[in-house]
């Protein structure tokens, strides 16, 4: 969960870039990485095998615009998204304030989108969270691959829940909707702070 | 349930700050931090220069995660403390409460079991506070009412 700090004038927050394997979570990572000024970045830590596949997690902290005089620092995860890392994925939600659920677009994928999609609501449910508390976006990845679904029905399938949630196209490896996503879903966890702040000063 | 917010005041942050500085004093550790399982930093203090809090923060939630994991794989609830030797440096996490650890970073001016001793008392100073804290958690908002409509449309502006 969010941390206020008075002393320090800092904001925290987690964002966990969640979806099947190789859809390219780490890839919004990287492009963050390399786009946000040298001041407003720590490293970008990756625990990953000799291949490059997310074995745990990758981690980017990033600072965003000052609030009223605090800083806002958003710690963008990633889980990994091959099946039998359950376990880990599930551990990386713990404390999660905002989701980008990435979904890769190609047609040959939507199986594994949707099942994916499927175990972070069971994961989420692990920690009592469920989607009407935690903010989330979609984001449609690799939109410049030939053979991909068309938005409509990657918003069929996966944005179907009453009440519809903002979603992107991307194109993650050129930094194509990174941003987009980012500020969105960085804006959905201020907002839901805010709530949560002014229902504290009303009890 | 996503639970609460964490809100720290200043006076917060000193009373954490006075019970890591006796842990500091009494042990000769490098520097303590306190951190909760999701892997936010919450304190820090001693010497930190050429480390990166955040990222050891992160990693250190994560490793003691994995460890709970393999707990239950045992039969065990949870492990409560974790301990990485290393030639020069060595690393002790462990448990505060439900949802925070205690994390200090020594080397050979001091042992283990010193470490060991004094991480217990630090534990449960740093438990009672954290305990306090929940209890007053309607406070706060304090500053930071409106802080949608003070956020541009693009927290990260493109460079």
């Known amino acids: 969960m969010s941390a206020i700090n008075y002393a320090s004038k800092e904001i925290y927050f987690k964002i966990v870039y969640y979806g099947p394997g190789m859809c390219g979570k780490t890839s919004n990572l990287q492009y963050v990485h390399k786009a946000v000024p040298q001041d407003n970045k720590?490293?970008?830590?990756?625990?990953?095998?000799?291949?490059?596949?997310?074995?745990?997690?990758?981690?980017?902290?990033?600072?965003?615009?000052?609030?009223?005089?605090?800083?806002?620092?958003?710690?963008?995860?990633t889980v990994p998204g091959q099946v039998y890392y359950n376990a880990t994925r599930r551990l990386v939600l713990r404390g999660v304030d905002g989701i980008v659920f990435v979904a890769d677009s190609q047609w040959n994928k939507m199986k594994e989108n949707v099942e994916s999609f499927r175990n972070l609501e069971e994961n989420l449910a692990e920690y009592e969270y469920s989607f009407d508390e935690i903010p989330y976006v979609l984001q449609y990845n690799k939109r410049d691959l030939p053979v991909i679904a068309p938005v409509e029905y990657l918003e069929y399938v996966l944005n179907r829940r009453a009440m519809r949630v903002s979603s992107f196209e991307s194109v993650a490896t050129e930094g194509t909707g990174v941003f987009d996503t980012l500020n969105r879903i960085s804006k959905l966890v201020l907002h839901q702070l805010n709530q949560e702040m002014e229902a504290r000063s009303r009890t | 349930m996503a639970g609460y917010s964490l809100v720290l005041f200043e006076q917060d942050v000193e009373q954490i700050n006075v019970a890591l500085d006796v842990f500091l004093r009494e042990t000769d550790a490098k520097c303590v931090l306190v951190l909760d399982k999701g892997g936010h930093l919450l304190a820090v203090r001693g010497v930190t220069d050429a480390m990166d809090a955040s990222s050891l923060s992160a990693l250190a939630a994560g490793a003691f995660a994995s460890t709970r994991e393999i707990a239950r794989l045992i039969g065990e609830p949870e492990f409560s403390v974790l301990f990485h030797q290393g030639r020069r440096e060595h690393i002790h996490?462990?448990?505060?409460?439900?949802?925070?650890?205690?994390?200090?970073?020594?080397?050979d001016r001091t042992t283990i079991g010193l470490i060991r001793l004094y991480a217990k008392d630090t534990e449960e100073e740093i438990a009672r506070l954290f305990g306090e804290i929940r209890r007053q958690r309607d406070r706060g908002a304090r500053a930071l009412k409106d802080l949608n409509q003070g956020t541009a449309e693009t927290p990260f502006p493109p460079s």
Do not use: W
Not at chain 1, 51 to 75: I, M, N, S, Y
Not at chain 2, 93 to 101: P, Q, T
């Open chain 2, 93 to 107: 996490v462990s448990l505060v409460d439900e949802e925070r650890l205690l994390m200090a970073i020594f080397d």
């Open chain 1, 42 to 77: 720590g490293d970008l830590v990756s625990l990953a095998t000799d291949q490059d596949r997310t074995l745990f997690f990758d981690f980017l902290p990033v600072e965003a615009l000052q609030v009223h005089g605090f800083t806002t620092k958003f710690q963008l995860y």
